[in-house]
């Protein structure tokens, strides 16, 4: 069984994907949008607490109160939904940066960093993986054969290309630590699963699940490779864009 800290989508919102988690055997500790929301699905052994995004202190919290309640905690799911932000950030409107910054950039900024300073100091195998489930910008939109699609704002495409590479400058870190296993996804709006939450996170399941079975640690070239959700786990050097 193992013990799964997921970041990115606060419940309810997150509770399919949350729940497809569980429904594997794990044990979920989660972020949630209030305290009544936090403990309404204890019995589904998802956990979660409430945290200041635009917070080092909280980020470390969240990452010490997971471990606490699950006792041990060998995965973490960093989520990035660009559909779902869309819905949040529909347009520019300067009153809603300062917003969307503190949710869709600093509080992944935050907990990763808390996480690797954490991770460095347990010394503990355990796997990170990042998913990033792509929505087109407007600059995409101008040579896309795809009709009636409504582009990102600017700030979602922003904060999406900001995931990107969060992502791949943490994956660069499990090069020199034998401890540390990364999983770097994509979910394009071309593919078919994009629409299907319990479909990616099954397939994200099965991408963990995959990677504790390497015999070797991973070497950074293999960690900081682009993986297509849907498709069989990259363990070679090509990179997706």
Known sequence: ??????????LPDGLSFA?????????????????ADASKFESEKIFATTWNKSSAVSAHSVIIRAETKLEALDEVIFYFDASHFCSQFELDRT?????????????F?????ELLKRIDQCKE??????L????????????SKTAGIVPASTIVS???????ALAESFAANAGERDYLSVVLAKCTFTNELYKNEDAIAD??????????????PQTVKQACTWNKVGAKLSTGFALFR
Not at 19 to 35: C, I, N, P, Q, Y
Not at 95 to 107: A, F, K, R, V
């Open 1 to 10: 069984m193992s013990n799964t800290l997921f970041i990115g989508k606060d």
């Open 19 to 35: 729940e497809a988690l569980a429904d594997s055997g794990r044990s979920v500790f989660s972020t949630a949008k209030s305290e």
């Open 95 to 107: 009153e809603d940066l300062s917003n969307g910054i503190d949710t869709m950039i600093s509080g």
């Open 109 to 113: 900024l935050f907990s990763t960093n």
């Open 125 to 130: 195998k355990i796997s990170v993986l990042f």
């Open 132 to 143: 990033v489930k792509e929505y087109p910008s407007k600059y995409e939109m101008i040579s």
């Open 158 to 164: 922003a904060a999406q290309a900001a995931f990107c």
């Open 203 to 216: 397939w994200v399941v099965s991408a963990l699940n995959t990677v504790k079975t390497l015999k070797n």
